[in-house]
């Protein structure tokens, strides 16, 4: 297979995806897509690299198709190729320490990724390492019991998802939403605003509720207890006079 080819079975595993987001496993829309991707992982190595070191858009499609797919079996299936193609950008290094291959590993996957879900617009790729960057603090601001459930998310995948929305509602950043954008970047990313990181990250909160919540309902839950309950003392007083 050549890069052309290889190019073309990415843009119709994409094709099938976009077609059958409604179907169920057992339609064709999804066998094809299904077996798109399969012989996509079957790519040899160097090649597969080559193209992904070359063409941005291909980590961008796919991770959409991880993360908001509604079709389990198309969405499971592109999660294993999108890891595979991770394995193959890790690449291999001379034997180190485990901390330091740890470390380096984990840059090394970081800026991968960027590479990979770069649309080619700065503004837009800055707001998505700046989402991850914040995704990113969750693990070390929850209990022990929510740590599995945290480290499961992967924060560039939401970050992917969050801002994707973003963009289709608020058009770019520089437009007249730039005040939403703003608000949005800075609650998350707000040491003293946790819970909002945490709901963002888990899915509780998704990208298009973020796109409607008012600047109070993005505050922290201890800030939100206290505006309801000024609230409701508002509320009393207005009725006892």
Known sequence: MKKQEFLELFEAAIRAAKTAREKTNSSPQVARCVDAMNRLKEVPESLALDVLLTTSSLGEN?????VEHRNPQIR??????LNTWMRYLYGSRPKRSRRDEVRDRRDDRDQNLVK???TGDSKRDKVREILQKSLSKVADEVHVEMKKRVTDCDSWD?????ESAMFEKLG?????????????????GDSNNPDLRRKVLTGEINGERLMTMKREEMGSDKIQKEVKAIK???ARYKEEN
């Open 158 to 162: 939401v970050a992917v998802s969050v």
């Open 232 to 234: 409701e003392k508002a």
């Open 62 to 66: 796919l991770t959409r198709v991880c």
């Open 116 to 118: 990979m879900m770069s």
């Open 76 to 81: 499971s299936d592109a999660k294993n190729l």
């Open 172 to 188: 770019c950043f520089e437009g007249p939403q730039k005040p939403k954008y703003r608000s949005i970047l800075f609650n998350i």
